[in-house]
């Protein structure tokens, strides 16, 4: 700015002399549009750089922006530097135990997972034995699958031997001819259909047809009314299992017959001691008389009398109240006993109940006879397969069977015939 106001002074002070001063003529002069049309002298110069002046200035202002610009990003550099020289003198401090504490979470994490895997391999183990053994019991199943489907291929074959004669009852059928013991149909008259049954048949061509069998206290005798009615257990062609033929069943093959029949009751103590009672005109009622057992007098036999009842000596009634003449059927869900509370659910059984009992052969069975009032259970009284006459009711009989046959039969070979073949003594 200086140097363009000194150039300008002169030519104000000397405008008649402008063309000598300028030089404009001198043989020396050489034209320059650059400079102006004229040489080179203080105004053309001063024309010259007035014209690059702006540029120059903005670029100059450009510059002076730039600079504040690096003077400002060098200041935060600096700050920046001396930041991090905290920050890294301050984590010099604490890296060691940020070090050492995450170290040991991972030494924590480590140990985890150690007793992890190690409880998944047990778990792996006992997963592959569990496997390997159902792979076992997959190749049973299938081993036996093959042998049931080579056993249904083939025809279905009854394993158990019925004798093909019938007949209304067991001495019918040994009249037919029958001389077998063994299974065989009966058709009483009066019966819709026929039903199996054991027919024991003996050298004299007597056929007994049995309706109890205890043996060896394989079947529950615990039983409701109508399983009573149609029968349990097993019937067999051996004569080897226990069973109950059926209420309904006894009073068809004794109510609708013409002759008397007789029950024989046979016998057998722990001791192997055998024993029997016979009672004539022995019949069963139907159920709407509750399944009522009557028979006409005691026929015989060294057992002694126990249907009768027996004189315990804990009332003078005890006899009278323990008879089993005319007595209905009991069972635990049915009470038609003459006694206050149920006979049937104390002594665990279907019984003809009095109040309750002398004789009781569907009764509990107890291993080697002799049982207790503890060993009775809850109600503690005399639950056993009692015959009272022969041992006294703390006393279970190991055997027994009731059978049935005409009256016409039973003397056959002599009265006291089948008695002795019962006893093992031979005739």
Not at 188 to 206: H, M, T, W
Request: aromatic content about 12%.
């Amino acid at each position: 700015t200086h140097d363009r106001n000194h150039s300008k002074t002169p030519l104000k002070a000397y405008p008649s002399s402008l063309q000598q001063i300028r030089g404009d003529n001198l043989a020396s002069c050489t034209t320059n549009d650059g400079f102006g049309k004229y040489c080179p002298t203080t105004c053309g110069v001063a024309d010259y750089f007035l014209k690059y002046t702006p540029g120059v200035d903005n670029d100059l202002d450009e510059l002076l922006t730039e600079l504040e610009t690096i003077a400002n990003l060098t200041q935060g550099s600096e700050e920046t530097i001396v930041h991090m020289k905290d920050s890294a003198a301050v984590s010099q401090k604490t890296q060691p135990d940020l070090l050492f504490k995450k170290s040991t979470s991972m030494l924590e994490d480590i140990l985890r997972f150690e007793k992890t895997i190690v409880a998944q391999e047990q778990q792996i183990y006992d997963l592959q034995n569990l496997i390997s053994s159902n792979e076992r019991r997959m190749a049973d199943l299938k081993q036996l699958s093959i042998q049931l489907h080579q056993k249904c291929s083939e025809p279905c074959k009854d394993t158990v031997e019925i004798q093909s004669t019938t007949g209304t009852d067991c001495q019918d059928i040994a009249n037919k001819g029958a001389t077998t013991s063994g299974l065989y149909y009966v058709k009483p008259l009066n019966a819709k259909e026929q039903f199996l049954v054991y027919c024991e048949i003996d050298s004299f061509g007597r056929g007994f047809t049995v309706i109890q069998r205890r043996q060896d206290g394989s079947v529950d005798f615990n039983k409701d009314w109508t399983q009573y009615k149609n029968g349990f257990g097993y019937l067999s062609p051996g004569d080897n299992t226990e069973f109950w033929l059926g209420n309904e069943k006894i009073h068809l093959l004794t109510a609708t017959t013409t002759i008397p029949t007789v029950l024989r009751i046979e016998l057998v103590d722990w001791e192997g001691n055998k024993k029997y009672a016979d009672y004539n005109m022995f019949k069963l009622g139907s159920e709407a008389d509750m399944f009522r057992l009557t028979y006409g007098y005691y026929f015989g036999g060294d057992a002694g009398d126990a249907f009768d009842g027996f004189d315990f000596g804990d009332d003078p009634s005890d006899k009278f109240y323990t008879s089993h003449n005319g007595m209905q059927f009991s069972t635990f869900d049915k009470d038609n006993d003459k006694y206050d509370g149920n006979c049937a659910q104390q002594d665990g059984s279907g019984w003809w109940m009095n109040r309750c009992h002398a004789a009781h052969l569907n009764g509990k069975y107890y291993l080697g006879g002799r049982y207790t009032e503890k060993d009775a259970g809850e109600f503690g009284y005399d639950n056993g397969i009692i015959w009272v006459t022969w041992h006294n009711r703390w006393y279970s009989l190991k055997e027994t069977t009731m059978k049935i046959i005409p009256l016409s039969r039973i003397t056959a070979g002599g009265q006291q015939a089948g008695a002795k073949q019962f006893a093992g003594l031979g005739v």
